[in-house]
């Protein structure tokens, strides 16, 4: 039994659309989710799991050969779900983490990533690590804005960023699932990295419109996107991880990615155009 947990998220969805499309079947597919009413439509056996409910955890968990267990928001958390996978006896986890969740400057791998990548292993469940990169989606949801403003602000420099789109990432989690090593740590990004100059330059390319990146201090960046409505925290951490990309935190020459999907990832231009 594969059981993916916030199933009902982008990437989750996106997981277990490509494991149907490869001929898992259904019935050994579980979705593991906080609101089974939400989950009707993924067209396999839904169970509730909310990482805030621990009780809920290592029932939904129960037959698990393989977790792929989807980041949430807190380390809190991601201690019940590890708890509960060791609980039920899951014989597999596969964790979404962050890109050199272990060396990392940024916030969000010090404060989440690398202590659950610690307690996993620590757990004495067999593990992959996927530590994932940027998504694409992060730049395309924001057209409208930069095309409406005129500029992309941000605090990150001339830093280069490996991003590719969820399909990719939901691709290298389905990889990882159907042919698991345990104990590997995939670096995951795209092939082609990028600066928010050349963003700009891309997004401009394809809208016709004019866009200029405008390069800030991570505190200006910070108060400008609380300025903007952006809780203060959150902010925060934005800035921080656009700080981490200045200094090379966010670029990847692995090539992990495309080795465990057999193709090249999305390129900005593509996603720009699809977008």
Request: proline share 4%; aromatic share 6%; glycine share 10%.
């Amino acid at each position: 039994m594969i059981t993916v947990t916030a199933a009902t998220g982008h990437l989750g969805r996106l997981v277990i659309a490509d494991l149907l499309d490869r001929g898992v079947p259904a019935s050994e597919i579980t979705a593991a989710v906080r609101t089974p009413s939400k989950a009707a439509d993924l067209g396999v056996r839904v169970v509730e799991a909310d990482y805030d409910r621990p009780e809920t955890l290592a029932p939904a968990f129960a037959g698990t050969d393989q977790l792929l267990f989807i980041s949430g928001d807190t380390l809190e958390q991601h201690t019940n779900v590890i708890d509960a996978a060791r609980a039920a006896g899951v014989g597999l986890t596969v964790y979404t983490s962050g890109l050199r969740a272990d060396t990392s400057s940024l916030t969000l791998m010090s404060g989440k990533h690398a202590p659950t990548e610690r307690a996993i292993v620590a757990s004495g469940i067999p593990y992959v690590f996927l530590r994932n990169g940027w998504y694409l989606e992060n730049y395309t949801a924001q057209i409208p804005q930069f095309v409406e403003n005129g500029v992309i602000l941000g605090a990150a420099g001339d830093g280069r960023v490996s991003a590719a789109s969820r399909a990719d990432y939901a691709a290298a989690a389905v990889a990882a699932l159907l042919a698991p090593v345990p104990g590997s740590v995939y670096e995951l990004g795209g092939d082609e990295a990028f600066t928010m100059s050349e963003l700009a330059a891309e997004v401009t390319r394809a809208t016709g419109t004019t866009v200029v990146y405008k390069n800030l201090s991570e505190a200006e960046y910070a108060e400008t996107l609380t300025g903007f409505g952006v809780p203060a925290p959150f902010a925060a951490v934005l800035a921080n991880a656009d700080r981490g990309l200045s200094v090379g935190d966010l670029h990847v020459d692995s090539g992990d990615l495309h080795r465990l999907i057999g193709r090249a990832p999305t390129t900005l231009a593509a996603a720009l155009k699809s977008a």
